[in-house]
Structures are given as structure tokens and as C-alpha cells.
């Protein structure tokens, strides 16, 4: 992956985790304060590699001793596979989370990078700027549901996908993709098909508008 798209795409997560810690009015932030958000979500990043790790360890000891139970519980073979079974879900989930971590590091060092770093806070402040606007046009794009009742990590990953197809120049496909990875990674199972929902009814309605690039 080229770093360029890499370094966005680090930047739009640092941008999330930052975005959620910002409380009070903010169109009255201060540089300095941007920068201590972001330096809390860098630490949240980091905190997470031991996080994934104790679970990662958890699955193997509960993936074991269902191995154990298979050999000396089972009553007949069925039960015994069925436990097998469980028991390779139960690897499998911990081979992917340590996976997960072992990327993690590398990623904790590019948030370091200063033009992430850069890229990050002008999100923030695009999306704390034109924040009103940005919900206006989310807003138009629901059917049966109101903004304010989504769960605040959607509203987040949402703001900052309209916020970058309105004011950042970046395409609507690309906006939308790493809207979608980023519902993959902090929202719920629907979560992110939702977010692809929303993006794609807003994208439609702002080149209508000739508001964006067709």
C-alpha cells in the first residue's frame, strides 16, 4: 500500500478517535488543544495492542480447554467434533486479533508522521467548522431516522465522510470506502452497511446540487 494512502487513511481513524473527545463548543478550539486531542487518541491506539493481546491469549486458554473437554467429556463422536469445532473457532479468532497487533505498532509509529498528524487535525476542523452544514445534508439523506439517535461512532465516521467529499476534494468513492472501513472496525455488524447507505443517498443528493464533482 502506497504510504500516501496510508497516511490518509491513518489519518481519518486519528480523526475519529479525536472528533469523540471533543466536547463543549467546538468551533473555539485552539491548535494546541487539537493537538492534545490528538495525542490521546495516538495513547488510545497504543492501549489497544495490549487489549487485543489479552483477548487474543484468553480465546487460545478457552480454545484449549475445549480441546481438553472433546477428549475427555464428550459422550459420543458428534459432541466431540461439535466441540473440535469450537474449539478451532476459538484459534482462529485469536490468530486474527494477534494479527491485528502486530500491525498495530507500525501504525501507533505513522500516527507520528507529521503530515497524518497534518491531515488529521484538518479533518477536526473541517468537521467541527462546518458541522451544522454537514449534519444538514446527513440529515436529508435519512428515511425514518433522526441524526441525534444514531450511535455517536456513526455520526462521527458520517460527519467526516461528508466533511471530506464537501471541503476536502477527496472523491466520493474514496470517501465512502474508508467511511465503510472505518464502520468495520468501530461499528456495530450493520453498522458500517449503514454508513455505506447514508453516504451513498448524501453523494447522490450533493451532485444533484452540483455541490460535488460527478
Known amino acids: 500500500m502506497p504510504f500516501r494512502k496510508q497516511s490518509r ?45 489479552e483477548v487474543a491469549a484468553a480465546e487460545t486458554k478457552r480454545g484449549e480447554e475445549r480441546l481438553l473437554s472433546s477428549q475427555t467429556r464428550a459422550n459420543n463422536l458428534d459432541s466431540s467434533r461439535a466441540m473440535i469445532r469450537d474449539a478451532i473457532k476459538l484459534a482462529q479468532a485469536a490468530i ?7 500491525e498495530l505498532p507500525e501504525f501507533v509509529q505513522l500516527t507520528n508522521k507529521e503530515q497524518v498528524r497534518e491531515y488529521a ?16 445534508h446527513i440529515e436529508e439523506a435519512l428515511v425514518a431516522w433522526q441524526f441525534n439517535r444514531l450511535p455517536k461512532i456513526d455520526r462521527d465516521i458520517l460527519r467526516i465522510a461528508v466533511a471530506e467529499m464537501l471541503f476536502l476534494d477527496i472523491p466520493v468513492k474514496i470517501a465512502i470506502n474508508e467511511a465503510v472501513e472505518l464502520g468495520k472496525r468501530y461499528s456495530d455488524d450493520d453498522g458500517f452497511r449503514f454508513i455505506n447507505g447514508v453516504l451513498r443517498k448524501v453523494s447522490d443528493r450533493l451532485k444533484k446540487e452540483n455541490l460535488i464533482k460527478q
Open 9 to 53: 487513511s491513518i489519518a481519518r481513524e486519528l480523526a475519529l478517535l479525536t472528533v469523540s473527545q471533543i466536547k463543549g463548543k467546538p468551533d473555539k478550539l485552539e491548535k494546541e488543544e487539537l493537538d492534545n486531542l490528538v495525542l490521546t487518541a495516538v495513547r488510545t491506539l497504543t492501549t489497544e495492542v495490549q487489549d487485543i493481546l
Open 96 to 102: 486474527n486479533r494477534l494479527g491485528t497487533a502486530a
Open 121 to 136: 487535525i484538518e479533518i477536526v476542523t473541517t468537521v467541527t467548522s462546518h458541522r451544522q452544514e454537514i449534519e444538514t
